[in-house]
């Protein structure tokens, strides 16, 4: 960690959120005509170029001093639960913890946001601005967040389905059409 000073009491997770991954090749030693490397895996952040354990070791003591501890477990679930990709363990791990230094959960352009928070963090979506809409893709009414719609003014390919998450053209939906009564 040396391209930091800040202490565990002055980091934010806007220090820590991560930019892109970054490594480097370094000489371990010359054996004559040959040349032994190591590998160095790394992340950008505000702070610098983190080596990954020391990043991990601060991202979770952050997360410890705030407190924060089961939202984190909660982002692990989520990433088991849509690991579309196969991910290993150790990289669920790792993108939950980069999820969490991006607080991605209070970002309402999230894709998922609306049903991370149903299932994690009810109490948030009481104040979000939620908005209907019906995908050509599905034809069935589903919430989206207003700055979803917002960003999607202008885009010839519309908008996530908030049912398959395929992206289609949208309307938004007027409350009898929501209840079924219209």
Same mark, same amino acid.
């Given at each position: 960690m040396d391209n930091t000073e800040k202490s565990l009491d002055d980091l934010t997770f806007a220090d820590l959120r991560v930019h892109y991954g970054t490594g480097r090749a370094f000489l371990i030693r010359q054996e004559y005509r040959r040349n032994v490397y190591g590998y160095r895996k790394g992340v950008k952040t505000d702070l610098g170029d983190l080596e990954e354990k020391d990043w991990i070791?601060?991202?979770?003591?952050?997360?410890?001093?705030?407190?924060?501890?089961?939202?984190?477990?909660?982002?692990?679930?989520?990433?088991?639960?849509?690991?579309?990709?196969?991910?290993?363990?150790?990289?669920?791990?790792?993108?939950?913890?980069?999820?969490?230094?991006?607080?991605?959960? &209070? &970002?309402?352009?999230?894709?998922?946001?609306?049903?991370?928070?149903?299932?994690?963090?009810?109490?948030?979506?009481?104040?979000?601005?939620?908005?209907?809409?019906?995908?050509?893709?599905c034809r069935v009414p589903g919430q989206i967040t207003q700055e979803q719609l917002d960003q999607s003014a202008g885009n010839a390919l519309g908008i996530t389905c908030p049912i398959c998450g395929r992206c289609s053209p949208f309307q938004v939906c007027t409350p009898k059409e929501v209840s079924g009564n219209g």
């Open positions: 070791q601060l991202a979770t003591g952050l997360i410890q001093k705030s407190g924060e501890q089961q939202l984190q477990k909660n982002l692990l679930e989520w990433e088991q639960e849509h690991n579309y990709c196969k991910s290993s363990p150790k990289e669920m791990e790792m993108t939950a913890l980069e999820l969490h230094m991006a607080r991605i959960f &209070d &970002d309402p352009l999230w894709v998922a946001y609306i049903p991370f928070n149903r299932k994690y963090r009810p109490e948030v979506l009481e104040s979000a601005r939620l908005v209907w809409v019906q995908t050509e893709c």
